[in-house]
């Protein structure tokens, strides 16, 4: 439960609402901090600060915080749209979970909201001059924050909605999301690998209230769930599943479930309109290819952006090391469906060889990209790379018209088997 609580509050906190609240809420908290030490501060200290320098520059933090803050929300909008547009829509979904771009927001409203309370308090004569030391000293240190943020932002928007940084971002992203798959297939579960033949026939299921994707499923919480009433979960849908409303999202077995166990099970298995990328590699690495899928359209016409996605995806699933899942598993109330290998495949290369018609360099890039996830992917998903190059070799055959085109990756193949051997 821990755990679960853990990976709810991480996903929480990347809301850009929720470091602005924090911030906005310190800066609130350090002015009733002022009324508490102001008695301890010296009395000549607070005649050689004058009040109404103090005065000043909350002024010109309120004036210039609320219009910066405006400008700086346009500018995220912008790169926003700009990535979603030019890249894949979905890029937004990761853009918004950018914590700088959360932090400098955060610090710039929160100063704005710093000088505008401690302006209303000083109107109504709730400082003294005593007070007003400690509230100067306040102001300098939000100053600096102010000037800090303001160089990170500026140093952050030079890529901001870019190419190469939402690439980066969907690489690192999907990399994290694979490799825990790959180590933990069934996240730490049983392996639901025939469900006609595991699933006891007298279970009762467990059905969606809602239509929508099976954001991530929260296994320590079903652990949880079915060791309190002596039970057994069967997850009836992977991570990603698109389900109806009443379709059957999981199966309990050596109990009946109340409606208090229904609603629990629902809430370890989150359904929602829109996929994540937490616990869900086969969208993270579909995200990555549809950039290079765009870039291959007849409108856009830019292989060097699909053969750059390709190298991209070598790495993310040729480094996901072998499975570490013990022979026991810890989680052993709970069954759920392995990733299996074949899908990254299908959801990546695929796609993007299907896309590439005539662009042999593409073609070439893209055996290339296979051939080092065979060559340094453990042995599951090798097999399945090995797999998905002699499909995507079939495909770029049938779709090159020129001879020499197909001579060409006929010799590049040729090398390659060789220097392989």
Request: negative net charge; contains cysteine; charged residues 20%.
């Amino acid at each position: 439960m821990v755990i679960s609580l853990i990976r709810r509050l991480r996903q929480f906190s990347r809301r850009i609402y929720v470091r602005v609240t924090i911030y906005a809420v310190l800066n609130v908290v350090a002015l009733g901090v002022a009324t508490l030490l102001g008695p301890i501060i010296p009395a000549s200290l607070g005649r050689l600060i004058g009040a109404d320098a103090v005065d000043t520059i909350l002024q010109v933090i309120a004036t210039s915080m609320l219009a910066v803050v405006t400008f700086s929300l346009t500018i995220m909008s912008s790169a926003f749209a700009r990535a979603a547009g030019q890249w894949t829509p979905r890029s937004h979904m990761l853009m918004r979970e950018d914590t700088v771009t959360h932090s400098v927001l955060a610090t710039f409203l929160g100063a704005y909201l710093y000088a505008l309370i401690a302006i209303i308090l000083r109107a109504a004569d709730l400082f003294g001059e005593r007070e007003m030391v400690v509230v100067f000293g306040m102001t300098m240190v939000v100053i600096a924050s102010i000037v800090w943020s303001i160089i990170r932002w500026i140093s952050h928007l030079e890529g901001l909605g870019s190419l190469q940084v939402t690439a980066r971002r969907l690489e690192v992203r999907a990399a994290r999301a694979v490799a825990q798959a790959v180590e933990q297939p069934a996240q730490g579960a049983n392996r639901l690998t025939d469900p006609a033949n595991t699933i006891p026939r007298d279970s009762v299921p467990v059905h969606a209230a809602d239509a929508g994707y099976v954001q991530q499923i929260f296994e320590a919480e079903l652990q949880d769930i079915a060791a309190a009433r002596e039970a057994r979960i069967y997850v009836a849908r992977p991570a990603g599943a698109y389900v109806q409303r009443g379709d059957v999202l999981a199966l309990v077995a050596d109990t009946t479930p109340d409606e208090e166990m229904e609603e629990a099970v629902r809430a370890a298995i989150p359904v929602s309109d829109v996929r994540s990328f937490d616990h869900d590699p086969v969208f993270c690495v579909t995200v990555l290819s549809e950039i290079a899928t765009r870039a291959l359209s007849p409108g856009v016409n830019d292989p060097g952006t699909a053969i750059d996605i390709l190298h991209r995806l070598s790495h993310v699933i040729g480094d996901a090391g072998p499975s570490k899942e013990p022979d026991t598993p810890e989680h052993d109330r709970v069954w759920i469906e392995p990733l299996m290998p074949e899908e990254l495949f299908y959801a990546s290369f695929d796609p993007i060889a299907r896309c590439a018609n005539e662009a042999v360099e593409v073609h070439l890039a893209l055996q290339s990209s296979l051939a080092d996830i065979v060559r340094i992917g453990h042995p599951a998903v090798a097999a399945a790379a090995g797999e998905a190059a002699l499909r995507c070799l079939a495909r770029a055959n049938g779709a090159l018209e020129n001879a020499g085109d197909r001579e060409r990756l006929a010799a590049a193949m040729s090398i390659r088997e060789a220097a392989a051997s």
